[in-house]
């Protein structure tokens, strides 16, 4: 079994930073995939950001430039937020994709940090 831990949500300015951490534990191999994904109010929820522990990334347009994803060690990673907007707001989750020893492989949520953006 694994454990998923986010954190660092909050509330920030237009044009302010923030960066979200995921921490996993438990019974793994390794994290081969880390996504972190958005939930608007009213809306689904969406993929941002995305990489692999081979170092391929992927981000939605809208955030390119201003968001990095980052695998930060063994069984942590992040997601560090510059130049926010109003728009970026939601309920973030992280989601990582786990080898638990050589052959079982699964995908764990984190709980969900807020994010707000606002004046």
């Known amino acids: 079994q694994v454990q998923l831990v986010e954190s660092g949500g909050g509330v920030v300015e237009p044009g302010g930073s923030l960066r979200l951490s995921c921490a996993a534990s438990g019974n793994i191999f390794s994290i081969r995939v880390m996504g972190w994904y958005r939930e608007a109010p009213g809306k689904q929820r969406v993929m941002v950001a995305v990489?692999?522990?081979?170092?391929?990334t992927n981000y939605t347009d809208s955030v390119m430039g201003r968001f990095t994803v980052a695998m930060d060690g063994r069984n942590a990673g992040s997601l560090q937020m510059n130049n926010l907007k109003p728009d970026d707001t939601g309920i973030y989750y992280c989601?990582?994709?786990?080898?638990?020893?050589?052959?079982?492989?699964?995908?764990?949520w984190g709980q969900g940090t807020q994010v707000t953006v606002s004046s």
């Open positions: 990489t692999t522990r081979g170092g391929h």
């Open positions: 989601n990582l994709g786990i080898l638990e020893g050589l052959t079982t492989y699964n995908s764990y």
